[in-house]
């Protein structure tokens, strides 16, 4: 059994935001390294993964100039694909009477019925007070997202794809900024020391980010922080 057909709605919207995401992702991995990676194996590797390479590689061939703004966009994507692990990958469990039917309906009920009948009740959508959601990181039972929190987590995705030009953006001068960042060797491997410190410092912060992830402080921290490179997004509401 399902929850009700507005919340599957909200939750189909939020794969297919998520899924555009991650090709955009995968695509921008690729523009700063295809010397080192196919574009399709980019695109399909996990989101993690992809975050890692987009902040390794910004680490490593581009002045901080350009690096520091992609290094905090990327934070900002690994929050909202956060949300999405939480929305599409928790349990959800129905308690309490509405999971129930009564058995002398099922055996009053032909036996070629019985399998349809059964089929039928798997797939029914539900609105019930009686859901829970079992968080992909815990094994406690907690109040399940409700229309409003889904809606934010997909607009938070879809504007961060499409609602400002900033994947488009950070795709489109991926080249421009490698050679830009390696005009010189000097550029990329003299750097001064606060520097090389402050690229360095936001590969880190991405890597703690995604440690600490399934963490109430780390949720906290990115609802209600947000990268520079993003702001616009969130004054027009992508992400609560």
Avoid: C
């Avoid at 700063?32 to 590797?45: F, G, I, N, Q, S």
């Avoid at 989101?47 to 987009?54: G, M, Q």
């Avoid at 055996?107 to 070629?112: A, H, K, P």
């Avoid at 990181?137 to 900033?166: F, K, N």
């Amino acid at each position: 059994m399902y929850p009700d057909e507005e919340t599957l709605m909200e939750v189909g919207r939020i794969a297919i935001a998520a899924g555009r995401l991650d090709a955009e992702l995968g695509s921008l991995w690729w523009h700063l390294a295809p010397d080192l990676v196919d574009e399709t194996h980019a695109r399909k590797a996990p989101a993690s993964r992809v975050r890692s390479k987009i902040a390794e590689l910004a680490s490593r061939r581009l002045s901080a100039d350009f690096s520091d703004p992609l290094l905090n966009f990327v934070i900002e994507v690994a929050g909202a694909q956060t949300q999405r692990n939480e929305a599409l990958h928790s349990r959800w469990l129905l308690r309490g009477r509405d999971a129930m039917r009564p058995v002398s309906e099922y055996l009053q009920l032909d036996e070629g019925d019985r399998a349809a009948y059964l089929d039928e009740w798997d797939r029914k959508a539900r609105s019930s007070e009686g859901w829970r959601r079992q968080p992909n990181y815990s094994l406690d039972l907690v109040e399940p997202h409700g229309l409003d929190d889904l809606q934010a987590i997909e607009r938070r995705l879809a504007l961060i794809t499409e609602g400002q030009p900033v994947v488009l953006h950070h795709r489109q001068h991926a080249r421009s900024w490698l050679a830009a960042g390696l005009e010189g060797s000097a550029r990329v491997t003299t750097r001064s020391p606060a520097t090389s410190s402050r690229s360095n410092h936001g590969a880190q912060s991405l890597r703690t980010h995604d440690r600490t992830a399934a963490t109430d402080e780390g949720r906290a921290q990115r609802r209600s922080g947000g990268a520079a490179a993003v702001v616009g997004i969130r004054r027009r509401g992508g992400a609560r």
